[in-house]
């Protein structure tokens, strides 16, 4: 079966996507934080992309989006902040 650019599920999982949403929310904050800034990376990749390739109101759309998932990662870590003193060591 040939690969499509944006595929509908994620290679190798399974679950659904509500599964993989709850499973992201259950890590650490910080590691939430991670995760959102690196969908921030992402999605600015492709805006530039999109915007390189004269596609301007999808890339504008999408460099939106990567704003939002940077400040969500900022909010996400402010909240790790509160946390992180009342948290015993884990990895």
Same mark, same amino acid.
């Given at each position: $079966? &040939?690969?499509?650019?944006h &595929?509908?599920?994620? !290679? ?9 949403? *709850?499973?992201?929310?259950d $890590?650490?904050?910080d ?10 990376? %992402? ?5 530039? %992309? !999109? ?6 109101q999808l890339?504008?759309?999408l !460099? ?6 940077? *400040?969500?990662?900022?909010?996400i !870590? ?7 003193p009342? $948290?015993?060591d884990q990895?």
């Amino acid at each position: $079966m &040939p690969e499509t650019k944006h &595929p509908t599920h994620i !290679d190798g999982y399974y679950g659904s996507l509500q599964a993989l949403a *709850n499973s992201i929310g259950d $890590m650490r904050y910080d590691k939430v934080a991670e995760f959102v800034g690196l969908l921030a990376q %992402r999605v600015e990749a492709e805006a530039e %992309r !999109d915007s390189a390739a004269g596609r301007t109101q999808l890339s504008g759309k999408l !460099d939106l989006v990567s704003k939002h998932l940077y *400040n969500a990662q900022a909010e996400i !870590d402010s909240a790790w902040k509160i946390c992180e003193p009342h $948290m015993k060591d884990q990895d």
